[in-house]
């Protein structure tokens, strides 16, 4: 990977694969983009002609997603005061694409009074560019700790959780969403997925969409869940009480395996730049997560802490109360707290090492 020639703003890059279905050679007065064959891969070529360097390649990176491009400047938003819906974004790793893809998307399509809040459970970044927003950290890593602080500080009537690999593409994407929650839906998002082990549905974050009435009442997300099924959990024990949720079907995009991408690649700084720019195609995404979770050492990682999960899950369903997780202890759950530390401390030497925006 090499940002080459400041002056020209030139961002290239030499994939050893194809990445790409075409060649392109396409330019605007925003940028000029080419992509061509090699003999191992394909070469990324972008030239960025605009003031601020970053929405060339930000607008280059739409183009090959075919999105419309944002050039929304995030300092622009301004939070209302009495706000109907709480935007609360999970930012773990993928820094520069909420700040140029997500935030944009929620300030473009809003029709309502709303505010953002942004919860940083992540490690190492310049958080400066979300100087305007209502910054909150958590954990290092944990999810479900990390939900709960941002709908703490949440003064909508309603609360919008939002993953940060995800954007929204649909005008007043809230009113279908809203008006479900009004016909009795407990809950809403535009993504739900299938457990065929346990045989239910449970909604994703990609926003999950429900009062902070009913998010208080259901208990929030059982914080001993670190990453991994913590949704799933959290969309059970709605429905185990009675209630339903509900997937809304509205044009949205969900990069699906990003922040596993950026976890686990051997250049973590490249994939954060490409993801940031939105320079990789979905389809390449889930290929590079499904080659990176079939490692062993992944893989031995990783189920360690699904089974702890599970059997904690699995728990759960003998009982009609919440389990006190604060009452779990190492000796119970000794893969769980390991890993947990583990995690924490890898994530600390990977992404501690330099400030993404100034790589």
């Known amino acids: 990977m090499s940002i080459t020639d400041e002056v020209q703003h030139v961002f290239t890059h030499a994939f050893n694969e194809v990445i790409y279905d075409d060649c392109i050679d396409h330019q605007t007065r925003s ?55 709480s935007c609360i974004i999970l930012l773990t790793f993928n820094c520069f694409f909420v700040q140029n893809f997500l935030i944009p998307s929620i300030i473009s399509h809003t029709t309502v009074p709303y505010e953002i809040i942004i919860v940083y459970n992540g490690i190492a970044t310049d958080l400066t560019a979300f100087d305007n927003f209502n910054l909150i950290e958590s954990e ?7 939900y709960n602080k941002g709908v703490a500080a949440a003064k909508g009537k309603f609360i919008a959780i939002f993953h940060d690999d995800c954007l929204i593409t649909t005008h007043s994407w809230h009113q279908p969403m809203l008006a479900a929650i009004n016909d009795g839906a407990f809950a809403t998002s535009t993504e739900s997925v299938y457990n065929p082990h346990f045989k239910f549905d449970f909604l994703k974050g990609t926003p999950l969409v ?124 000794p893969a769980f707290y390991n890993i947990r530390l583990t995690y924490q401390n890898w994530l600390i030497q990977q992404f501690s090492s330099g400030d993404f925006n100034n790589e």
């Open 140 to 146: 290092t890593g944990c999810v479900s700790k990390a």
């Open 210 to 333: 429900m009062s902070k009435a009913n998010y208080e009442f259901i208990g929030g997300h059982d914080e001993f869940y670190f990453a991994g099924i913590e949704d799933m959990d959290f969309s059970y024990r709605i429905q185990h009480k009675g209630y339903s949720v509900k997937r809304i079907a509205i044009p949205y995009r969900h990069f699906n395996g990003m922040s596993t991408v950026i976890l686990l690649a051997g250049d973590s700084t490249l994939m954060r730049i490409l993801f940031g720019y939105c320079l990789i195609p979905e389809h390449i995404i889930e290929k590079w997560k499904t080659r990176l979770m079939n490692s062993s050492e992944t893989q031995d990682m990783m189920q360690a802490v699904h089974g702890e999960n599970l059997r904690y899950f699995q728990n759960k369903l003998q009982s009609d109360e919440l389990l006190n997780s604060k009452s779990l202890t190492i000796g119970q759950y």
């Open 31 to 85: 940028f000029h983009l080419k992509i061509t064959n090699e003999d191992s891969g394909q070469l990324l070529y972008i030239t960025s002609y605009t003031k601020n360097t970053e929405q060339g390649f930000c607008e280059a990176g739409a183009f090959i997603q075919k999105l419309a491009p944002y050039d929304i400047n995030i300092l622009s938003y301004s939070k209302s005061d009495e706000p109907v819906i």
